[in-house]
């Protein structure tokens, strides 16, 4: 069982930079493969950024490429999420989630990909 505990949301203007990060329980967090997800309201949860534990890979959407890069620091069981050059459309909740290593690649860029989610952390990006 792991628990996922994201901070670090909050209201930025266009253009600035914001880190989320996410604590984990368990002491396997270094074999859980970790992403990203964001749900702006009245949509669904859309795919931001998966790093995987086996490979190292790291897979990001288009839409933030060049523009965020997750990380892991394994001792601190925490996934980071470093965003710059926010815009408008990046207004969402944003979740942590984990995969116990049970899912393929392609459904890792979707939500059922994931054995455990956050709660989530909102970020504002006004114009």
């Known amino acids: 069982q792991v628990q996922l505990v994201e901070s670090g949301g909050g209201l930025v203007q266009a253009g600035d930079s914001l880190r989320f990060s996410c604590a984990a329980s368990?002491?396997?967090?270094?074999?859980?493969?970790m992403g990203w997800f964001c749900q702006a309201l009245g949509k669904e949860r859309e795919f931001v950024v998966v790093?995987?534990?086996?490979?190292?890979?790291?897979y990001y959407a288009d839409s933030v490429k060049g523009r965020f890069t997750i990380s892991r620091d394994n001792a601190k069981t925490t996934v980071y999420l470093q965003m710059s050059g926010l815009k408008p459309e990046d207004t969402a909740v944003y979740y942590c989630a984990a995969d116990s290593d049970t899912a393929g690649v392609q459904e890792l860029f979707t939500p059922r990909g994931y054995d455990y989610w956050g709660k989530g952390t909102q970020v504002t990006v006004s114009s």
């Open positions: 790093t995987r534990w086996r490979s190292g890979s790291t």
């Open positions: 368990g002491r396997t967090f270094n074999r859980y493969t």
